[in-house]
Nanobody, 127 residues
Framework: VQLQASGGGSVQAGGSLRLSCAAF????????VGWFRQTPGSDRKFVAA????????YYTDSVKGRFTIIRDNFNNMVYLQMNSLKPEDTAVYFC?????????????????????WGQGTQVTVSS
């Protein structure tokens, strides 16, 4: 599966952005998707994940209540809606796919669980 992330940009604190992750080469609903972010000199950190079925989601604590991960299987897309953005959300954001089906409701949280990665998209939040 090939992934293409888009939607990054520059916003002021309190603003919103919606990141998109388009998937190619694999049927919708047959992989879990995660979003990660990375700042210079740091490892990629988990942000959010959605299960194969789309019925289960999981978020890192710092984004709960502000970010929402959504999958649109009709269009083979996954979105990360980011509201109430903070300067500490500034990073390069990556989407990733896990095609190993542990269960339809599993939400992978570690980078090593994902076998496919899209290119990053920069999100900059100014104070």
């Amino acid at each position: 599966v090939q992934l293409q992330a888009s939607g990054g940009g520059s916003v002021q604190a309190g603003g919103s952005l919606r990141l998109s992750c388009a998937a190619f080469g694999r049927a919708p609903g047959t992989y879990a998707v995660g979003w990660f972010r990375q700042t210079p000199g740091s490892d990629r950190k988990f942000v959010a994940a959605i299960s194969w079925s789309g019925s289960d989601t999981y978020y890192t604590d710092s984004v709960k209540g502000r970010f929402t991960i959504i999958r649109d299987n009709f269009n083979n897309m996954v979105y990360l809606q980011m509201n109430s953005l903070k300067p500490e959300d500034t990073a390069v954001y990556f989407c990733a796919a896990d095609t190993k089906k542990y269960s339809e409701n599993y939400t992978p949280q570690w980078p090593s669980e994902y076998g496919y990665w899209g290119q990053g998209t920069q999100v900059t939040v100014s104070s």
